[in-house]
């Protein structure tokens, strides 16, 4: 066996045995280009950063207890990953995916990525990103942080995503797609096996299921929504929310969602080229800042909005 293999193997187990210790079920798995946070046999949440994946995105998103909360390639939409950030168009390269072959496909390429897990049970990210049309050069380029909170007492924990956004030596012309508005960014795709869906925002507008897009939340402006689900299986309440930054692009974003439980298509996104779009001048930069708050039962949305001016002033 190769020394330096077995080094690093026998640190990887080290590190493993190191962070399960301290009185609870906690463990990492880490992989070359994934890391997972366990809770004895269950993935709490998994990250997966590999330079052959689509794009980099966040499954399985669960309570520590095990309530799935997001779906992984769908059959309605393969594209959808989890929990993930995707631009639609890019000077006219369609990066979301590769479905409308009338549009020039562009590429979201890992460049490099660096996981730490801690002993807290907390772990942070950091990424380069690039996007080119297929077979041309790098028109944008992206650093990307994500840091993620050790589990709470009720199994709640938060994820901080925090990504610049840098134009090449031309200008980037940036559009979102256009059913029902233009999506495009953070996004979410909830669990499938789930019923009772309750979609919220900051504003006290809700909707329920109901076919197609959201009859009262799409298109509106909101500083956070809140999806939260039942799980069939388990009969347990859990939901997601995502806070948008005031220092975030276009902040108060529009959002696109639709809460279509019969087909199931459960979806929620800050987008913030949902009603024009924009150009990134030539070397210059913007950037989004979301918090997402994983949480058990149904939104307190008291607490939901102490923990977005909470978020605000960092």
Known sequence: MNPNLAIRTCALAMLLCTLAAGGDSFAWRQGESSLALLNGDRVVWQFNYGKDLPKPYFFPLCLPDGTELTALGPKD?????????????????????????????????????????????????????????????????????ITVSPPAKDGSYRIDWSAVFTAGAEPVFMKGGVSGGGYAGMSARMAQNSRDWRLVNSEGIEDTACPGMAKNLNGKRARWEDFSLVDKASGKTAGIAILEHPKSFRHPTQWHNIVDEKHPFGYFSPAPLWSEPYTLPAGKSLTVRYRILVHPGRPDKPAIEREWKKFSRR
């Open 77 to 145: 939409h393969r594209w959808h990953y989890a929990l993930w950030f995707s631009w639609k168009e890019l000077n006219h390269a369609n990066y979301w995916d590769r479905s409308d072959a009338s549009k020039l496909a562009g590429a979201t390429d890992v460049l490099t990525a660096r996981a730490a897990p801690k002993r807290d049970h907390s772990a942070r990210f950091e990424l380069t990103l690039s996007y080119h049309p297929d077979g041309g050069p790098s028109i944008l380029s992206e650093k990307r942080t």
